[in-house]
């Protein structure tokens, strides 16, 4: 890859990590009336079994989302930040309480490999279209020399203005 | 403990002629030998009949309540209604790998069926293919989880059903789903067929347009019935929660939807081969690995009813299927290399390039979410979740993208985009989106995603409805037809293209009803005594009274609400707690009213009868009722575009090769 290639790279990857940034800063919210304490429910996990947070499980009599919910309530009252309310969850249950994976270092690649896969992906797709159209030109000018007569402007204008009729 | 039932014999039968018509199909495409590939159809015949049989044996065991069947004992009992009876059979591990075969196998059938006298270079290895799948599913059926197996003793009764599959949804969402899923192989086979062979030319993607659109629809509709029946059974208010399994049936749709995009590139332009190749083996695997997730356990799930030691067969089978697609995808690389050309950037191809990428790295997202516990497991040690919140983070981005694309896509010309025709396209949908997400912005809209999916679902209605009103103006001036008329036939006559342009319509819908239930959902937690009201968004409700009764099958519980506009009684609702019997479960039955796609959910939480008082959970869910509709008019479209349109026979006439008919053009 030329200097300038890397450079381009670079750029794309900057673009793309702010992208996730500003995605990561906007989060969906809904309407409620205790916005933090559905926040927390929402970021643990049932340990029912359900596949749920701790907001959505509804089991009748629940044996974890019920004692969760209460040791929330519990947390908050102690006047804790999201933060401290969810590393203390963190270190009671471990790891697997929370419903998705915290931003840091192995955990990292569960966020920015899509995103990677999706940038790298875009950065395949760009080059190769540029690849194509320039082949396309390519073989567009051998054609024009190699034809007897070149076509006038006007009569290009009208080829492409059927083909256009035709491919539409 | 024997299992020597007619289903058994039958079973073991199409086991046997399963893998006797793989070898015949080989041999006979090996040696050139006609008879052999013909015996090896034949075989086909049989073994969906034998299929059929053992099928057939089972529902007469469960209809007839044999309860010395274990998988009737288990699955079902003397007190289940008939239909769920009957449903039962895809609602155990053995019954629904039973009715996966039956549905391969009919689905073999037909194809045999239909290619009698066309495409017979390819039919030995499509055949063979199917065939292979086949004897995959026969052998875990005949060897692992034998449906057939009898009880030493016969119980007085069956253990039942699983409570929350005793729902109209359950006899609707799996048929759909595996049509959908066994509907992919049908496009594979030929797919492996024309690498074998070395005709990679239009043929095989001719041959399996309807498939790969008929496994599509039914994966979609299978999708937004399991959705729905989330929503209406389990009663947590919402639809879809990324679970496992879920993501499992997702992907094959993502990656099919993505297929049925890039396959009119090679259609026109004959670009992307390698790409579609892969796109159709790579949808192939994904149903494989979905049905992996679900039964081996590696993930936990909702659907963990469906758990057991299958796992490793399936991971083995998929290793087996990953190899060998790959490695003849390799090996005919350099056959398969089109002299790739774009006119222009700006061009219908270029934004289906883009279409597709979206669409795998969403599937790729959801793929990496649902691994990523055990790759973590595997790398730290660690058990981690990776639940709701991540997939809606990462995938919210990327489906708004899709949204923008499905607008663009269809406008923007095929070879090359002029300015001018971008701005004649665009410029009416274009200024309605933004005018769509200022209003919301106006109205209060806090929500960032909201306001840009609204104005996206605003923008790419608008290019669909100025399709539709072009073409039908210009049927109305050149042919003088009256305008409803001018519409029909305008449809009629262009099935794919305006069938698409209802499939994504209904699309819209289903953004439209994401966006209003995730981002301006209402819910609201209380806890009441008899007489009194509570609030949920603008709604009293009123809790009158508590209504207990029982059945033979199950306990119920319900409660009376009244939903009151100041005096008025506008309608009562009977949220439910229930107590199943067999097993010994307790279950909610939500009470839903909607009105203009909004609907009110009331959830039965608690109910303490000494102080008479309930805890309810209410939810407005604004705009939901759209899912529905956009599943109808989604399947609706998906009809369209596949309805046989009769084509002016253009016969080429050349002399057929090996009995080979040649098929009128653009079939």
Redesign the interface.
């Known amino acids: 890859m030329t200097m300038r290639g890397k450079a381009r790279c670079r750029g794309w990857l900057f673009v793309f990590l702010a992208a996730l940034g500003t995605s990561a800063g906007s989060l969906p919210r809904n309407v409620h009336a205790e916005v933090s304490f559905q926040e927390i429910e929402e970021s643990l996990t049932c340990q029912c079994g359900c596949g749920l947070t701790v907001h959505s499980c509804n089991h009748v009599d629940c044996g974890s989302a019920i004692p969760l919910r209460k040791e929330i309530r519990e947390q908050m009252s102690l006047g804790k930040s999201k933060e401290e309310i969810l590393a203390y969850f963190e270190a009671k249950y471990g790891e697997k309480i929370l419903s998705a994976p915290v931003a840091r270092g192995f955990n990292w690649l569960a966020w920015l490999m899509p995103f990677a896969a999706v940038g790298a992906g875009g950065i395949v797709v760009f080059w190769t279209v540029r690849r194509w159209v320039s082949r396309q030109r390519g073989s567009r000018e051998r054609e024009s020399t190699e034809a007897a007569e070149p076509m006038s402007a006007q009569e290009q204008e009208r080829l492409r203005a059927e083909l256009d009729r035709f491919d539409a | 403990m024997s299992w020597s039932d007619s289903g058994a014999v039958a079973l073991a039968a199409a086991w046997l002629l399963a893998i006797y018509s793989v070898a015949a199909s080989l041999w006979g495409a090996w040696a050139r030998r006609e008879d052999f590939v013909r015996s090896g159809q034949n075989a086909v015949l049989a073994v969906w009949a034998f299929t059929l049989v053992a099928a057939a044996d089972l529902v007469r065991a469960l209809v007839g309540r044999d309860f010395n069947l274990e998988y009737v004992a288990q699955y079902s009992s003397s007190t289940l209604p008939l239909h769920y009876t009957v449903a039962a059979l895809w609602g155990g591990q053995a019954g629904s790998l039973l009715f996966w075969l039956l549905i391969l196998t009919s689905m073999s059938a037909v194809v045999v069926l239909q290619n009698r006298e066309q495409n017979r270079a390819l039919m030995p290895y499509v055949t063979a293919t199917l065939m292979v799948v086949a004897v995959f599913f026969a052998s875990l059926l005949v060897f692992v989880t034998p449906p057939f197996q009898r009880l030493a003793f016969t119980p007085g009764d069956g253990r039942d059903l699983n409570p929350l599959l005793q729902n109209y949804w359950m006899t609707i969402h799996p048929p759909s789903l595996y049509l959908g899923y066994v509907g992919c192989s049908v496009p594979f086979a030929f797919a492996i067929a024309a690498l074998i062979t070395g005709r990679l030319d239009d043929v095989w993607i001719r041959s399996t347009r309807r498939w790969a659109l008929f496994s599509w629809f039914f994966l979609s509709l299978g999708n937004l019935f399991g959705a729905l029946w989330a929503y209406r059974v389990?009663?947590?208010?919402?639809y879809w929660?990324w679970?496992?399994v879920e993501n499992a049936a997702f992907m094959p749709w993502l990656t099919s939807t993505a297929y049925l995009h890039s396959v009119m590139i090679q259609e026109?332009k004959n670009m992307l081969k390698v790409w579609n190749m892969a796109l159709v083996i790579l949808t192939f695997l994904l149903t494989i690995f979905g049905t992996f997730l679900t039964r081996s356990g590696v993930i936990?799930?909702?659907h963990?009813f469906t758990q057991s030691g299958l796992g490793p067969f399936f991971m083995g089978f998929l290793a087996v299927a990953a190899a060998i697609s790959v490695a003849l995808l390799i090996w005919r690389l350099p056959a398969l290399r089109s002299e790739?050309?774009?006119?222009?950037?700006l061009s219908r191809e270029?934004a289906f390039?883009?279409n597709n990428?979206?669409l795998?790295?969403i599937a790729?997202?959801v793929f990496?979410?649902t691994i990523?516990p055990v790759?973590?497991e595997a790398?730290?040690g660690?058990?981690?979740?990776?639940?709701?919140?991540?997939f809606?983070?990462?995938n919210?981005?990327?489906g708004l993208i899709l949204l923008f694309l499905m607008g663009v896509g269809p406008l923007i010309?095929?070879?090359?985009a002029s300015w001018v025709s971008l701005r004649r396209n665009f410029f009416w949908p274009g200024l309605l989106g933004v005018l769509t997400g200022a209003a919301a912005i106006a109205l209060g809209t806090?929500?960032?995603?909201?306001v840009v999916s609204l104005s996206l679902c605003s923008f790419v209605l608008a290019t669909i409805a100025q399709e539709f009103w072009r073409g039908t103006r210009a049927r109305q001036a050149m042919l003088h037809e009256p305008w409803a008329t001018a519409f029909v036939r305008l449809v009629a006559k262009n099935r794919r293209r305006y069938g698409g342009y209802i499939v994504h319509l209904g699309v819209v819908l289903i953004f439209l009803a994401i966006t209003g239930s995730?981002?301006?959902?209402?819910?609201?937690q209380v806890t009441v005594k008899q007489g009194e009201t509570f609030q949920v968004g603008s709604r009293t409700l009123r809790f009158e009274k508590v209504e207990a009764w029982e059945t033979q099958h199950s306990a119920h519980l319900a409660a009376h609400l009244t939903l009151i506009d100041g005096e008025r009684t506008v309608d009562v609702l009977k949220p439910e707690?229930r107590f199943y019997k067999k097993p010994e479960q307790?279950a909610?039955e939500v009470a839903i009213r909607s009105s203009w796609g909004t609907d009110l959910y009331v959830?039965f939480?608690?109910y303490d009868q000494a102080s008479q008082t309930a805890t309810f959970?209410a939810y407005i869910n604004p705009l939901i009722g759209l899912l529905e509709w956009g599943g109808l008019v989604l399947a609706i479209g998906a009809i369209v575009a596949a309805w046989p349109q009769r084509v002016p026979a253009i016969r080429t006439v050349a002399a057929p090769e090996s009995g080979q008919r040649v098929v009128p053009a653009g079939k």
């Open positions: 389990l009663g947590w208010g919402g929660a679970d496992p026109k936990s799930s909702v963990s790739n050309e774009i006119d222009s950037m270029a390039l883009v990428l979206v795998v790295g790729f997202a990496w979410g990523f790759i973590s790398v730290r660690v058990k981690i979740t990776v639940g709701p919140p991540f809606n983070r990462v919210t981005p990327l010309a095929w070879r090359r806090g929500n960032y995603y909201a995730s981002a301006f959902r209402v819910e609201q707690k307790p909610t959830v939480g608690s959970l």
